[in-house]
C-alpha cells in the first residue's frame, strides 16, 4: 500500500491488521484523490473547487448507497461507502478533509496558529480519528492525544517543506510569527532561493516552531502507549519518526532550504530501538 504519497496519511502498512487492510485502502484513495484534485495539475481555481463539489456529493450519495451521477467516482466511492457502512465510520472527519482541501484552493497564508491549527483540525485531525474507530477506540482521550499527534505532524511536513510550500505561493508559517521574528515575504523568497543563508532570525523563528510541534507530539504520545498491540507499535513509530524528523531539522541549524530533512535507513533502526524504549520518552 504505497501511503507515503500523501503524508498526513499516518500507516505502517507492515502492522496493519489484515481486515483492516481494505477500509482503509478505501479511506486512503479517497483522501490522495481529493488532496490531488486541490494540488496537482494545471486546472483553475474554479475548476478544482467544482471537482471537490462533486466529491461532497458522491460521499453523501455514497452512504445511502444512492446511485452515483458521475460515473468516474462510482468505483472510488462505491468502495468508500462499503467501508464506512461495514465499521459504522463517522462521515464528519470525511466532510472536514473535503472541507480544507478546497480551503487549500484559495488559501495561501495563515494570519496566526489558531488559524492555522483550525485547517489542520480539519485536514489531518480526521486520519487519526477515523484510524481510531477502525481499531474501536474513540474514546474522548484517545481523540484528544490523536488530534495532538496528527496536527504535529501535519505542522512538521509544513516545517520541513518550506520551501516547496512557497514554490506553490503557500506560506503555512503563521503571519504574525514571521512578524515577531523579523521575517517578510521578500527574506523569505531570498532563502529559498539561495540569496542568502539562513540568517539568525530565521533560525529563531524556527526554532520556536519545531518546539510547538514537538510539545504538541509529546502532549500526544501517551496514546500510543495506551493503546494495545499492533496499533500501539504502529503510534509509536509514527510519533518518533515525527520527533526525528525535528531533530534533523536541528541538526541542520534550520537549513530547510539545502536540506529538507527526511528519513534513513539509520533513523528506522534508531527509531525501533526508541519503540522499545518507548516508556521513557519525555
Not at 489542520?120 to 477502525?134: H, K, Q, T, Y
Not at 526554532?207 to 509509536?236: D, T
Request: glycine content about 6%.
Amino acid at each position: 500500500m504505497p501511503v507515503e504519497h500523501y503524508e498526513n496519511f499516518p500507516v505502517a502498512s507492515l502492522l496493519l491488521p489484515a481486515r483492516l487492510r481494505e477500509p482503509v485502502e478505501a479511506i486512503y484513495a479517497f483522501a490522495r484523490s481529493a488532496d490531488d484534485v486541490a494540488d496537482e495539475g494545471d486546472a483553475s481555481a474554479v475548476m478544482r473547487l467544482a471537482r471537490l463539489h462533486d466529491y461532497q456529493l458522491a460521499l453523501e450519495a455514497c452512504v445511502r448507497a444512492a446511485p452515483l451521477a458521475d460515473a468516474a467516482l462510482a468505483p472510488m466511492f462505491e468502495r468508500l461507502g462499503r467501508a464506512i457502512q461495514a465499521h459504522a465510520l463517522p462521515l464528519q472527519p470525511f466532510r472536514d478533509l473535503l472541507d480544507a482541501f478546497m480551503q487549500d484552493v484559495g488559501k495561501t497564508r495563515y494570519h496566526d496558529f489558531d488559524e492555522l491549527r483550525d485547517y489542520c483540525r480539519r485536514s489531518a485531525d480526521p486520519v487519526g480519528r477515523l484510524m481510531l474507530n477502525l481499531y474501536g477506540a474513540a474514546t474522548a482521550e484517545n481523540l484528544k492525544r490523536s488530534d495532538a499527534i496528527c496536527t504535529a505532524l501535519q505542522l512538521i511536513n509544513f516545517w520541513q517543506d518550506v520551501a516547496i510550500d512557497w514554490g506553490k505561493q503557500r506560506i503555512y508559517l503563521p503571519q504574525d510569527d514571521m512578524a515577531r521574528f523579523g521575517i517578510d515575504t521578500a527574506a523569505l523568497d531570498a532563502l529559498v532561493h539561495g540569496r542568502v543563508r539562513p540568517t539568525d532570525a530565521w533560525r529563531a523563528l524556527m526554532a520556536f516552531e519545531v518546539q510547538r510541534a514537538r510539545a504538541m507530539m509529546l502532549e500526544g504520545a501517551p496514546l500510543a502507549r495506551a493503546l494495545p498491540g499492533r496499533i500501539g507499535w504502529e503510534l509509536r513509530l509514527i510519533v518518533l519518526g515525527g520527533l526525528r524528523i525535528l531533530e534533523r531539522i536541528e541538526a541542520v541549524d534550520y537549513d530547510v532550504f539545502r536540506h529538507r530533512p527526511t528519513l534513513g535507513r539509520n533513523d528506522w533502526l534508531r527509531l525501533a530501538w526508541r519503540a522499545l524504549n518507548f516508556g521513557k520518552l519525555a
